[in-house]
């Protein structure tokens, strides 16, 4: 699988030792960080056919089974202080949404913040995490993994009517090497020191943007209309009363009023 992901990148570049492939991994993010803190250089990539622990968003599980899907991670070390890379996963939503593009033909939309969707499913997500370095107070290490399904024809009932796969999409089995290789590199190249235009067109491509939705934050619920996506990624949602509110990711979620989306 390597030599093939190999095969479609460019060979100026240092892959075939930044790549790292497992069979089986507990969660390509788990050893990304491993690995950042013992000192991987930045565009250290992990993929892996499988993972036992992969994770989400708010301390939720991402089903990782064999031979069907992506699940990838790179380190990134932009050396910048933590709130230049408030935008990151944004940036690397809207370069998983490129690479989608350019190799299967269809732009998925994108929930905020980190899912990409097709007709109102799933069909990837991100997980941004970083580490700081109390010395300096910089970004010591940043790690983009993306979960992104691939070749489910079907999935478990309780995902059924909110996850789709991208053979379900274009009604095509998908070279995962060839995608996977499309992903490095749009991750690869995304320009974090000036989010002015990716913000742009995460604006464009999210679909949570203008909706009425359900902001989640533990056991309460409050509906409101999604009216903006500040440069920093936060939601703006404003409330029947007027009330307005910034949503940072950290511990909510956001749903629209009829469904996943
Ligand atoms: C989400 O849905 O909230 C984000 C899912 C992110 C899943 C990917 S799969 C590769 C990497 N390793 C993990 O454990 N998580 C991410």
Known sequence: MKEMILSHLSQDHLWQERIHYYNVIDSTNTQAKRMAAAGAPALTVLIADSQTGGRGRLGRSFLSPAGSGIYMSMILRPGVPPAELMHLTCAAAVAACDAVEQTLGFRPGIKWINDLVVDGKKLAGILTELSIDPKTSLVDWAIVGIGLNCNERQFPPELADIACSAAMVTGQSIDRSELSAALIDALSKMDLLHPQETMAIYRHDCVTLGREVTVIRGEQQR???????????????????????????????????????
Not at 249 to 257: A, D, N, T, Y
């Open 223 to 261: 509906n409101g209309q999604a009216v903006e996506i500040r440069q920093d990624g936060a939601l703006r949602v404003q409330y029947p009363d007027g009330e307005t509110e910034n949503i940072n990711s950290g511990e909510v979620s956001v749903r629209g009023l009829f469904g996943y989306t």
